[in-house]
């Protein structure tokens, strides 16, 4: 197809195709006279996907390309596109190395494998810096809980990763962070007001018989 | 005290003390000259709370000041100070009547008692929105798994709320919504790096295998 037709088939203008060529963000297609060259089904994925990053998922052109150079460089495992993708999506803390490491501790003491040079290490990093500073008080108990119920929930995540194609994967794995997590702090919100409102006045005696009953 | 050693005692500057005054965000003090006021112990709690409330709280000084009229309104039950601090944190989002229905069937479903008149909702109504938009799949199975983990979270996040004086509550809850959510998104995160790593090259005959032997 011709930069026409793709351009209808993906809604993105054409002369954004155009700067995603120049960007080398999109393969150029296979040239067939001075002025025109043929575009692929792998071209609609391709833009499809840009759509995702740069639209959903916020990214600059220089991390997008980031994410993109994972997806070509095989092989590809979920792994590697979690890691490219979660690099890329930031935010990007700068954080001691002090809290660095304290935050390495906690993710060993979960015994959980995480990635080299990834950037939610230093995001949790960060978070754990805030909340010592402010004084939270048994963090370590709730970061436990935390940790417990987000690997199970994670284990569930990746199992959903669509493992067909790379390209699949990615797109799943930018919207599932970009737009899961505004979802799950909402979520998190409605429950503790549930939980609240079960227990409308708390006083100390109320507090344990409700513990008692339970929360189904 | 005097306002100096208010200003010493909590950190805060004597003109943000005497511009929290203006504002009424803070009492003024028992009158003892033309020139003098006398402060107490309850200024210093007041002032430490507008500290997290308009410092990692990110509150404007009129949501701040939504949340200590929720304060100073007796009978305050966690309920109450929850809806106040959910309300005046935010993120403020315009969703359509729709969308908002939407969020309010399902939280239906899963029999949840929220607040009337809360953020949350919206915030859950436009999130839903973007991931249908971005047409993330089996959208419904994901969110009733999370809701239903961060039901269970819920009822430990409420049991912890400190219910010996309602400031603590609040400080407690600003602190426990603003720096644990980005902490849960970075959880979250290397929850799922460590279940991708447990599964490198998934195929669906592997994926089973892994399935079978489950997440501890």
Redesign the interface.
Known sequence: MQISELSLRTGVPIGTIKFYLREKLLATGTVISATRAEYSEAHVDRLNLLR?LLG?GGLSVSRARQVLAALDAP?V???EV??AT?AALGPHVAVEERQQQHARDL?RR?G????AG?S??D??A???G??ET?G???LDV??D???L???????????????ECPTAAVR?LV???V??????????????????????????AE?HST?DRG?S
């Open positions: 995702v959903v092989p495992s979920i792994h979690l890691q979660h993710v979960w959980w494998s995480v990635l990834g939610a290490i995001q949790l960060a978070a754990v805030a909340l402010a939270f008080p048994e709730v970061m809980r935390y940790a119920a987000m690997r199970e929930l994670a284990a569930a995540d990746v199992a959903g990763v669509p493992n799943y919207i599932g962070t737009l899961l997590e505004p979802l799950i702090a909402a979520l998190r919100r409605l429950a503790q007001e549930d939980a609240a409102a079960q227990r409308p006045r708390s006083t100390a507090r513990e929360v």
